[in-house]
């Protein structure tokens, strides 16, 4: 059985008259001023059992949810998106079934890293491409300049940052493990005796001679 449902505000439209209209800190908000646009929120669709906490949340603080501003946003950008003919669609998915039937298959070294590295060289081009464009986003309009850390332009910057840096783990990890494979290091007491050879070091005192057997000349 569903919960009572909380007194839900104003819809889009809702013109506002003295008797009914909305109020945030005891003062009646005017239909046409920005806090008016905040008295629709997404918690207005869904009752008490399908509220999430971040709509609930925004109920009490008179705030919106993530999905108001996509909302207000998508409404405000109609004409926009009329003159700009954006792609819809996502970006089709590749298929990458050939190489994970190739990385169950591989049993050395080698083997992986062929499979991680033409991944990598498939994937490279395109994620290479969205981390110039994320780049450039955070440079709209010149937001970058004196941005404090946390802010929208330095997030994707680091957004940027981060693609990058994924793809240069993951070149990292082939090559340790090619590395592990190829060129083990050397075990301690080797790398002392090449140490001791590089630098001309004489060999160490030869082990001291046994006494003499009993009965044998003596001084």
Not at 44 to 54: A, C, I, K, P, Q
Not at 113 to 133: K, Q, R, Y
Not at 170 to 195: F, G, M, N, T, W
Not at 196 to 201: C, E, I, S, V, Y
Request: hydrophobic share 35%; proline share 15%; aromatic share 4%.
């Amino acid at each position: 059985m569903k919960s009572a449902v909380l007194p839900s505000r104003p819809s889009p439209g809702h013109t506002a008259t003295p008797d009914n209209s909305p109020t945030r800190n005891g003062r009646n908000a005017p239909s046409d001023s920005p806090e008016s646009l905040l008295q629709h929120p997404d918690f207005e669709l869904y009752d008490n059992v399908g509220r999430t906490s971040e709509q609930i949340r925004a109920h009490h603080t008179g705030s919106a949810t993530t999905d108001d501003l996509h909302r207000w946003a998508e409404r405000d950008a109609a004409d926009f998106r009329a003159a700009h003919a954006l792609p819809t669609a996502p970006f089709p998915v590749p298929d990458l079934s050939p190489y994970r039937e190739a990385l169950d298959a591989a049993d050395t070294p080698a083997e992986f890293s062929t499979v991680l590295n033409a991944l990598l060289d498939a994937v490279e081009p395109f994620l290479g491409e969205v981390i110039d464009h994320l780049a450039l986003t955070a440079r709209w309009k010149n937001q970058n300049r004196g941005a404090q850390t946390g802010s929208p332009p330095k997030l994707l910057r680091d957004a940027a940052s981060r693609i990058s840096s994924a793809l240069a783990m993951a070149a990292e990890a082939d090559l340790q493990i090619l590395r592990a494979h190829y060129d083990p290091p050397p075990d301690p007491d080797s790398l002392a005796q090449r140490a001791r050879t590089a630098r001309g070091t004489p060999p160490g005192p030869p082990p001291p001679s046994p006494p003499p057997a009993p009965g044998g000349p003596s001084r």
